[in-house]
């Protein structure tokens, strides 16, 4: 029967005539993860201040709800209430929408700062790694000349 040959240690012998150094890896990852922190944060940021106006828009709604629901002694306080009612919703439509937009500009400004100094940090990592690359080959090369030689 045939020997079955060992696979992992040809790779392990094939990977280590060409070592690698993990640090630009690792650097990358953790440019990465703190980015990903960031932009998390900036989320949930967005999440509470728009749930707390959600939350305020829901209790002045009910409050002026409880106005309509409420026994009147005239027929034309019902359309009063009501239209009170509308004219309330309308201003607090107005309100709660120019603060949700707030909100969205916040985020957005937010999100591009980030994402620009995630690029510039990307780009100092990627221009380190090259650096590095470049040395140890120009050293290996070197190394491989005089041996040759």
């Known amino acids: 029967m045939a020997a079955n040959d060992d696979f992992t240690k040809m790779m ?8 690698v150094d ?5 650097d990358g990852f953790k440019t990465n993860a703190s980015l990903g922190d960031k932009m998390s944060k900036v989320a949930i940021s ?12 829901t209790k002045e709604t009910l409050a002026k709800v409880s106005d309509i629901t409420a026994v009147k002694d005239e027929p034309t306080d019902y359309t009063k209430a009501l239209t009170d009612f509308a004219s309330a919703q309308a201003e607090f439509a107005a309100e709660n929408m120019a603060a949700f937009a707030e ?9 591009v700062e980030l994402m620009l100094a ?12 090259a650096k590095k ?12 000349t005089a041996t040759a030689k």
């Open 133 to 144: 690359a470049t040395e140890e080959v120009t050293k290996a090369t070197k190394k491989a």
């Open 46 to 57: 967005a999440a509470e201040k728009s749930s707390e106006i959600s939350a305020k828009w």
């Open 12 to 19: 392990k012998d094939m990977m280590g005539a060409f070592p």
């Open 103 to 111: 909100v969205a500009k916040t985020v957005q400004m937010e999100t």
């Open 118 to 129: 995630a690029g510039k940090d990307m780009s100092e990592d990627v221009t380190a790694a």
């Open 22 to 26: 993990m640090t630009a890896f690792q």
